[in-house]
């Protein structure tokens, strides 16, 4: 009686209530669980969802007529859509449907995602922008076939304040002009690696885009010209020079003198800057929030130590590969005490009375990179834990001398901790996890090469780190089946796992890794004592699994190969070089994995010339990478090969 009064008083609650509380449900899992109560709570979720992220371009038809209201829509996952596809979405919208020409969905839609949908040209572009007249931000990266025409067909989107164009690599300063002229309201803009894109483009879009506040040109061939132009960006925010070759401390000097709103920059790799002109960029902006000048300092030198003093709010600086004394620590915690993060990667010179001085004056450290720092010991690692309270990253990869001393000090102290990097540090053991467990925000542990840790040591993982999503155990050989147990128990929410290499799993430890239902990454390289059977549980088990890399398992037979193409139907990437696969099991994986866009086929000894024809024919249609033994170049027919060019696929011969 109790149950029949509580499920009337809830749905006698208004549309405005039941709107309230839906929106109130922050994770995707809570928003299914409200539609699955009743009709109503359906009909709540249809009229409230803004946002749509489709993983299977089948089902778009009916999505979209069942959610008329959406103001984001993410179709990165489809890489299958084209221009006939748009035109079918904006005439009709699902079998039977009574819409109006023009789909309804699009009318309100304010932002789209296209990246990698390589199918889609010129003119299901332009189709997109007519129909959807509130589109402010747009995103087509990786579509590498992209070029003039296709920004031309998306100049017209005259309301678009967001754009992503990476690796459209067929781009070009008339695409860009177009899009400059068309789009003026832009106030972001993405061109990493449009490799045709030179001085005179960025020139025509600095004069007229003036409200750009984030601008992202790395990997371009660009030169000084371009940072003339755009120190005349008044707005800009935030400025992206990553690697950029051609341009050097006299384009900086531009900088210093124009983009008065500038707080990012991040000339990492750029071999022509060197602390001359990180100097003109920090006199010129003393309100600069972050500065990524990694990889490009041979030295951290004494007049930029003495400029970075007037940076009291810097936040953010990341410096690696760079040579560093202490007094430099001692300049920067003395002088930027509002430092969140800093990267010392591979920096010379780093020191324990090094990271003593700089975590004396920078307490509000929540992120901190010390990869390589070879002197580092747990005196440092002490110093950090009792300094840096509010630590959540610390990345501290082939650190030796690091032990179960400083890991107890961080299990201590930094109860916020929520990812770090012990990769090669062999001096960490399972007590050492024992105290690292401590920390129960974990959420990213990385292990690799960490040979002194046991079954022992993951059980404690297990049993206290129960946000955990990603886990690298790559060639952690005291590893077993016991440890994967207890790992299962405790760490429900585990998405990304490496196993590879680690010897001592069986079937029975890939059967506890079936029972991870959120799991979407797995590598399990060279387990050589897995079969048909494990795999089978793993993929009946992770019904998520995007990324499987299976390379070296030869005692799989095709039992499990077959599970794979009948359960894993969101698998996007898998990698079955050196596989036992037979050809009709390779086929039905290849043809029956719908979502499958890139696949390794390197060396499959039990598969023939015509085996892999035919499976590369079943998925010819969406596969977007594969990697093949470099003999069937010559043995494949040159119909096949002619049809993966034509629809985009990349082929790389090993």
């Not at 699955?36 to 038809?61: A, N």
């Not at 003593?356 to 509000?364: E, H, Q």
């Not at 390589?372 to 010991?377: E, G, L, N």
């Not at 596989?579 to 866009?597: E, F, H, K, P, T």
Request: net charge positive; proline share 1%; hydrophobic share 40%.
């Amino acid at each position: 009686m109790l149950s029949f009064q509580s499920s009337k008083n809830v749905l006698s609650l208004t549309e405005d209530l039941l709107v309230r509380i839906y929106e109130l449900l922050a994770a995707e899992s809570d928003r299914k669980s409200f539609r699955l109560v009743c009709r109503e709570f359906r009909r709540i979720d249809s009229l409230t969802r803004r946002h749509l992220r489709v993983i299977r371009i089948e089902f778009l038809p009916i999505l979209l007529r069942k959610y008329p209201r959406l103001q984001s829509l993410d179709l990165s996952a489809c890489p299958r859509i084209d221009d006939g596809v748009v035109s079918l979405l904006l005439t009709r919208v699902g079998p039977g449907s009574n819409s109006p020409s023009l789909g309804h969905w699009a009318w309100g839609l304010k932002s789209l995602v296209l990246s990698r949908a390589t199918g889609l040209r010129f003119s299901g572009l332009e189709m997109l922008t007519r129909a959807c007249p509130c589109l402010e931000s747009v995103d087509v990266s990786y579509c590498c076939g992209f070029g003039d025409r296709e920004a031309a067909a998306l100049s017209s989107a005259v309301g678009l304040r967001e754009l992503n164009m990476d690796k459209c690599l067929q781009l070009t300063d008339v695409g860009l002009a177009k899009i400059a002229v068309g789009c003026s309201k832009l106030e972001k803009l993405s061109l990493k690696w449009c490799m045709e894109i030179t001085d005179l483009g960025i020139d025509l879009l600095c004069k007229k885009c003036v409200d750009l506040k984030y601008l992202d040109v790395s990997y371009l061939k660009v030169t000084n010209e371009s940072l003339h132009s755009i120190a005349c960006l008044l707005k800009l925010e935030v400025l992206g020079l990553m690697a950029c070759p051609l341009i050097d401390d006299v384009g900086l000097q531009f900088i210093e003198r124009g983009c008065p709103s500038l707080k990012v920059i991040d000339v990492s790799r750029c071999e022509g800057v060197s602390s001359s002109g990180l100097i003109f960029v920090v006199r010129g902006h003393r309100n600069l929030l972050e500065l990524n000048a990694g990889y490009c300092l041979s030295e951290l030198s004494t007049a930029l130590l003495h400029q970075m003093k007037n940076l009291n709010h810097l936040e953010v600086i990341r410096i690696d590969g760079a040579r560093i004394s202490e007094t430099s620590f001692q300049v920067i915690s003395a002088n930027c005490k509002s430092l969140v993060e800093i990267g010392l990667s591979k920096c010379v010179g780093v020191t324990n009375m090094g990271i003593m001085r700089l975590v004396s004056g920078c307490i509000n450290l929540r992120v901190l990179n010390l990869t390589c720092c070879h002197s580092i010991t747990d005196a440092a690692i002490s110093a950090i834990a009792y300094s840096c309270r509010s630590l959540v990253c610390l990345k501290v990869e082939s650190c030796n001398m690091i032990t179960e001393k400083g890991l107890c000090q961080l299990g201590s102290f930094c109860l916020l901790l929520e990812e770090i990097d012990l990769t090669d540090c062999c001096g960490v053991n399972d007590k050492g996890l024992e105290y690292l467990s401590r920390c129960s925000e974990l959420s990213c542990l990385k292990l690799g090469l960490c040979t002194n840790i046991s079954n022992k040591g993951l059980s404690y993982i297990g049993s206290n780190c129960l946000k955990i999503h990603e886990l690298d155990l790559y060639r952690c050989t005291g590893i077993g089946d016991d440890g994967l147990e207890a790992l299962s128990n405790g760490c429900k929410k585990l998405r990304k796992l490496n196993l590879s290499y680690c010897n001592e799993v069986s079937d029975r430890g890939l059967g506890y890794i079936g029972r991870l239902e959120e799991l979407s990454d797995l590598e399990m390289r060279a387990l050589h004592k897995i079969t048909g059977v494990g795999l089978e549980a793993v993929a009946v088990g992770c019904k998520r699994l995007a990324d499987l890399d299976m390379k070296h398992c030869e005692k799989v037979g095709d039992s499990g190969f077959w599970a794979l193409a009948y359960y894993s139907k969101n698998l996007r990437q898998i990698n079955l070089s050196y596989c036992g696969i037979s050809d009709m099991a390779l086929c039905m994986v290849m043809g029956n994995l719908s979502r499958l866009q890139e696949a390794k086929l390197v060396h499959l000894s039990n598969s023939t010339v015509e085996g892999v024809e035919l499976a590369l024919r079943a998925c010819c249609v969406r596969i977007k990478k594969v990697k093949l033994f470099a003999p069937l170049r010559f043995m494949l027919s040159s119909e096949i090969l002619e049809i993966l060019h034509a629809r985009g696929c990349i082929i790389r011969w090993d």
